[in-house]
């Protein structure tokens, strides 16, 4: 490891009683920092020192990364505080969608109509399309390849928030909740949020969905093949290097699926990434104060960072 300046303290540097100082709660963010990689393993030293840079500038950050032999955590930091993770939340349901089609509740044909819910014009693509109606399945693809809103919504108003609250309990995330639909502005009456999570939960459910124990097999391998159609490899998945449009059967072996979540000030990501050395789930998020460019970059640069640690990790 790097030495640091005498100015700057080592976050690594133990407290008296042992605890090392990347736990400690930072006095400007009152967030802990994650916590180095377990001996024996790369360390996530970049990805501590970009998140202790969030951190000091009053930035909220939570991370988790799990291996997936062991699941054990090789990285954390405030991964039990629920966080707004926009569209990442879109995951559970998701789950939830896949499990009625399997258990036969749901038609996967059934169409749906674009003008029966309220329509969010400042993103997705379902908005610029001629059909003005579409299959459950096909809103699904939308859903997780594209983070379409309106096709969320569509599926949303079918399922309904308490059946999807009821699914996030029983998947073991109590803390995380989908809250609200997408909205182009947010009213006094509206929750503020789409939906929060915790790092923890989300990167426990992708741990449990490549090992096909969300609901059941059939649940996880569909859930899993909407994701992978993801398009959103901006954040952790820039490292990679994969097609954002054919990553699903990558020459290299590389197993990846994500979904990422945005809003104003919000950037979170989920997601498993397995390479010929290890697999890994992974979740983070950082809520941070959208000032200028160089604000939104900064947090952009720690989901890169990470990529980078996590590809050295896997391979």
Request: aromatic residues 4%; charged residues 20%; hydrophobic residues 45%.
């Amino acid at each position: 490891m790097s030495s640091h300046s005498a100015s700057v303290p080592d976050p690594f540097d133990a407290s008296v009683d042992g605890t090392p100082a990347a736990l400690r709660r930072s006095r400007r963010s009152g967030r802990r920092a994650p916590r180095r990689a377990a001996a024996g393993r790369r360390s996530f030293g970049a990805t501590v020192r970009a998140l202790e840079v969030l951190a000091s500038s009053g930035a909220q950050v939570s991370v988790h990364v799990a291996d997936l032999d062991t699941g054990r955590a090789v990285l954390a930091g405030d991964d039990h505080v629920p966080l707004p993770i926009g569209g990442l939340g879109v995951v559970p349901l998701l789950v939830e969608v896949a499990a009625g089609l399997e258990a036969g509740r749901l038609d996967p044909l059934r169409i749906v109509d674009r003008s029966a819910t309220d329509l969010v014009i400042g993103s997705g693509l379902w908005r610029n399309l001629r059909a003005p109606a579409l299959p459950v399945v096909d809103l699904a693809v939308l859903a997780a390849a594209a983070g379409d809103p309106n096709a969320a919504n569509a599926l949303l108003d079918m399922i309904g928030h308490e059946q999807v609250r009821a699914r996030m309990v029983s998947l073991g995330m109590p803390r995380s909740a989908v809250l609200d639909r997408f909205r182009d502005r947010r009213g006094p009456d509206d929750a503020p949020h789409v939906a929060v999570g915790t790092t923890r939960e989300f990167a426990g459910l992708f741990a449990a969905l490549v090992n096909s124990t969300v609901v059941d097999a059939a649940v996880s391998a569909q859930v899993s093949e909407w994701l992978s159609l993801g398009h959103d490899l901006s954040l952790v998945a820039a490292s990679t290097g994969l097609d954002p449009f054919a990553h699903d059967h990558d020459q290299h072996g590389l197993l990846f699926i994500n979904k990422t979540g945005r809003g104003s000030g919000v950037r979170a990501e989920a997601g498993v990434l397995a390479g010929p050395r290890a697999g890994v789930a992974y979740a983070m998020t950082v809520c941070f104060d959208d000032l200028s460019i160089s604000h939104r970059l900064r947090a952009h640069d720690a989901f890169h960072v990470l990529g980078v640690e996590l590809m050295e990790y896997a391979h």
